[in-house]
């Protein structure tokens, strides 16, 4: 039940009464509260006894009996309308802040648990969040930390490009299983695809010290790589070689090439060098990288190609372990952008993960899996975390891993390990779009929404044409107060796979722009969705909620619960259900999800 008291309600450093009440004047005549004559009065009331000194008299008696009319005999433990229109005025006030009154002096708002208001200036909270937000990661150079570039393709052949990615990634995958070496990502490491670029400059942007590249030629029915591994800071060259092999050995040449760059790094920094890997038949290994290429596109197109690829390659190679780990990945992304249901996916990926495990106990791609599933989907979240550690044990440097644990912890608060998953991504994926889409939704999460939208923006500049970053920038300019932006965005980020996702915010974005008909548009295509194809049931609360139809929110809610839908793990700090959050079903739900 709510408190009939203030808790901590006398704000040292509250606004002249003056403010307060023009602030007050503002909010009661804004569009927003012109058709609620009750949540006006209720408004007015509480802020007139606060202004007076009379906080005692804010009660649930007393506002029953002087804002609502009830007789003496009114009882709040039957009667609750003084709770429910409470939470009416939370969401009128929230709603009105993310449109009207995104950029008013005075913030006014009541504290869950409480029926008197509190008022800030907008400066103070803007300054506590300078104080508290995640500052971005340095970059500083710090020995040993490698970085892989692509290799030149000088064969005369564009269809060799994948091959020459394929060897730089197998030697960024060999050296990320070290403990001690810091290796840069791929895909920040490939966005430095010119071998005519200073490697001083590449070394700034990398924050590394070792820079390993190369390139690849034909000789008749010989091929010929040239392999180098040079010091930024010196300009000399710690290892080079030239591999001259059959055609035929193709695939045999690049692990060998791995392992040999893998063990001239270690041996400098005097650690114990590694021996070779299994080989799968070079079209299964084929099928592999390529489908690791398009699932690092971070799309859902790129994902349902990978799909295809790992399916072939485990056609080809069934004894392959990362194929099947790399497959149940995949199979996530398309949970998570929210056009394939877990109900039908999930089983298959963990299945896919014990295969996996079965095969080479020592995969880390495959923990990381199990790690998602039992998180995401089974709330089970001590678990999940043992998973994560026993996968980023085996592979120190994988990126995914420590991005998706970070996502978990943050759900469940524990907000100091998140930023420490958070911080380590940034090191080892400086330049991708990835990193930093991860870091602003963590921010967002975090309800700083400034510095999120700079993060999504920055993800932007590295990947443009990924239109998940658009979709959460939109989320982030809804709850800055800039609906309108927020509905360009999100539009932007539609396409016909992930529209049954999505236009729920959309529906929300209309709705805080004053738009109830584009929004009750977006509800209709969102039921469309639903009955022609695919719709999460996310995105029904999403739009149910902030349109003021709590009833149906929490119905969509409760089947979301029971189908563990991936956007459960967002019920805890995800503003969108804000609305919900001091209903009793929504508590209930939140229970479910282990995450009260």
């Known amino acids: 039940m709510l408190l009939d008291h203030a808790q901590g309600s006398a704000h040292p450093s509250r606004p002249p009464d003056s403010e307060i009440r023009a602030q007050l004047d503002r909010i009661v005549a804004s569009k927003i509260f012109a058709a609620s004559e009750r949540l006006r009065r209720f ?31 009114f009882d709040p433990r039957t009667d609750s309308i003084v709770r429910t229109e409470a939470q009416r005025l939370r969401r009128k006030l929230s709603q009105y802040y993310r449109a009207n009154g995104s950029s008013d002096p005075i913030l006014l708002s009541f504290e869950t648990g409480s029926y008197v208001p509190v008022f800030r200036k907008r400066e103070e909270t803007n300054t506590a969040k300078r104080k508290t ?58 966005r430095f695809g010119d071998q005519e670029q200073d490697r001083a400059t590449i070394g700034r942007e990398l924050g590394v010290n070792t820079i390993v590249e190369g390139s690849v030629q034909l000789v008749g ?25 059959e055609m035929r050995d193709l695939f045999s040449i690049q692990d060998e090439i791995a392992q040999a760059v893998t063990n001239a790094l270690l041996e400098q920094e ?5 021996g070779p890997t299994a080989i799968p038949v070079a079209d299964a290994y084929r099928l592999y990288l390529r489908g690791r290429y398009e699932w690092n596109k971070v799309t859902v197109e790129g994902c349902e190609h990978a799909v295809r690829c790992f399916l072939r390659a485990i056609s080809v190679a069934p004894e392959y372990a990362p194929s099947y780990a790399a497959l149940a990945e995949a199979y996530h992304w398309l949970i998570f952008f929210g056009v394939r249901s877990p109900s039908t996916l999930v089983p298959i990926t963990r299945r896919l993960a014990l295969q996996a495990l079965r095969l080479d106990r020592n995969c880390p791609e495959a923990y990381i899996v199990l790690a998602v599933v039992t998180a995401a989907f089974e709330w089970e979240w001590e678990d999940a975390e043992a998973f ?21 912890r943050t759900e469940r608060g524990a907000l100091d390990e998140s930023r420490r998953d958070i911080d380590k991504t940034l090191e080892l994926d400086p330049l991708s779009a990835r990193a930093h889409r991860g ?3 963590h921010l967002y999460l975090l309800r700083d929404f400034a510095n999120a939208i700079a993060s999504f923006d920055r993800a932007l500049e590295l990947g443009p044409d990924i239109e998940n970053t658009h979709y959460f920038r939109g989320l982030a300019l809804l709850q800055a107060g800039r609906p309108r932006d927020a509905v360009a965005a999100i539009t932007q ?35 469309h969705c639903f009955r022609s194809g695919f719709a999460s049931p996310i995105a029904f609360v999403h739009a149910y909620a902030n349109t003021d139809q709590t009833s149906k929110a929490l119905d969509w809610l409760e089947r979301a619960a029971d189908q563990r839908y991936t956007g459960m793990v967002q019920i805890k700090l995800d503003p969108l259900f804000d609305p919900l959050r001091e209903e009793s079903r929504f508590q209930a739900v939140l229970k479910r999800t282990k995450l009260a």
């Open 221 to 245: 029915s010989r091929i010929r790589v040239h392999a180098k591994a040079g010091d930024v800071i010196s300009g000399t060259y710690i290892w080079a070689r030239v591999f001259d092999r």
């Open 43 to 73: 408004l007015i009331w509480t802020v007139e006894q606060v202004l007076l000194g009379d906080i005692h008299h804010i009660k649930q008696y007393t506002i029953g009996r002087e804002v609502f009319d009830r007789r003496a005999d």
């Open 493 to 527: 980020s539609l396409t016909p796979a992930t529209e049954g996702a999505r236009l729920g915010a959309l529906a929300a974005a209309y709705a805080a722009a004053g738009s109830r008909p584009k929004a009750e548009e977006m509800l209709r295509r969102l039921h």
């Open 439 to 441: 870091i602003g939704f």
């Open 133 to 190: 937000r995640l500052e971005p990661v340095s970059i500083t150079k710090r020995r040993p930390a490698v970085a892989v570039l692509p290799f030149s393709n000088l064969t005369g052949f564009a269809d060799q490009d994948y091959f020459c990615r394929g060897i730089a990634e197998s030697i960024q995958e060999r050296l990320a299983n070290s403990h001690t070496l810091r290796v840069i990502s791929s895909l920040s490491a490939f």
């Open 388 to 408: 994560f550690r026993r996968g980023l044990d085996l592979r120190p440097n994988y990126v995914p891993g420590y991005l998706q644990r970070a996502f978990c």
């Open 270 to 274: 005097g650690l114990a060098t590694v």
